[in-house]
């Protein structure tokens, strides 16, 4: 393989992680200014336009512009298989194509889900499903810029390093997902007649609460883990940014939840959760090997 073509699959590799970030937080911005139906209909954003033209209010602008971010996610995808076919033509890797096809896949299948949860209204477990979707292509997005080393190592970490990194990315899950469903027990719904999903938003942030205590202790223990066995370098690195996000990120979660859920903060807080995610799945990547 080239190295031009070797630095464009990395360039793409990036620009895919870094595109799908964007858009987790320009769809945050969608529901936090009540804009989930300024387009209220899909694929058209009214009935008798692909564009609000006529019916252009800050609320269709905002749906629109985040609506139009899909067709640069796509280009990317589509230049990231590209390179990635072009790669394995010249000797590369057949599962850097393999990740590259899943990519692609991903974003008309998230347009499609994005067009579900406005026709049913924005019903707050199709838009929690949407969230996690998106940060399941983020998870993806980091696999392959880890694939851009070379092929995803076999685990030969000890056991308890492997079984260690799992139940922390578990717990990582687990916050992300919690997370998620007290977004939709609380306000902020993308539109002021939009139906929440009825559960206790106190009863809920407490056990998100929790499940962050467990997802940061066991980062730590992993840390420390990693530190006494005399892990490897990338192993270390990964495992400190992870615990430095997660700071930052459950610092930024109480503050929203004693001041009332500025949105402002909200917002920080959902690009906090794509970058945990992104950086969860390279620590659990590079603790595989010894």
């Not at 615990?243 to 920080?268: M, N």
Request: glycine share 10%; net charge positive.
């Amino acid at each position: 393989m080239g190295v031009n073509l070797a630095g464009r699959l990395r360039t793409l590799a990036w620009a895919t992680l870094i595109a799908n970030i964007v858009i987790v937080v320009t769809g945050g911005a969608v529901r936090l200014t009540g804009s989930g139906l300024g387009c209220p209909t899909w694929p058209r954003c009214t009935d008798d336009a692909l564009t609000p033209r006529h019916a252009l209010t800050a609320h269709s602008a905002i749906e629109f512009g985040n609506r139009s971010l899909t067709f640069v996610l796509t280009a990317i995808a589509v230049l990231t298989f590209i390179a990635a076919y072009q790669a394995v033509k010249a000797g590369g890797r057949t599962q850097l194509r393999t990740v590259a096809f899943w990519l692609a896949l991903s974003i008309p299948a998230q347009a499609v889900l994005g067009g579900i949860t406005v026709k049913t209204h924005l019903n707050p477990w199709v838009v929690g499903f949407h969230l996690l979707f998106s940060m399941s292509i983020i998870g993806l997005a980091a696999v392959y810029i880890r694939m851009m080393d070379g092929p995803l190592p076999a685990p030969t970490a000890g056991r308890p390093v492997t079984l260690l990194a799992w139940a922390m990315g578990a717990a990582g899950v687990a916050v992300l997902v919690v997370g998620t469903i007290v977004t939709g027990s609380g306000p902020h719904a993308g539109d002021d007649h939009s139906k929440r999903n009825g559960l206790s938003p106190l009863q809920l942030s407490q056990l998100h609460a929790d499940l962050v205590f467990l997802f940061v202790g066991l980062t730590i223990g992993l840390l420390f883990v990693l530190w006494a066995t005399g892990a490897r370098p990338e192993a270390l690195r990964a495992a400190r940014l992870l615990l430095i996000v997660e700071i930052a990120q459950g610092a930024i979660g109480f503050v929203q939840y004693f001041t009332h859920l500025p949105v402002v903060l909200v917002g920080f807080h959902m690009l906090g959760a794509a970058l945990i995610m992104a950086v969860m799945t390279w620590t659990v990547l590079s603790t595989r090997e010894a």
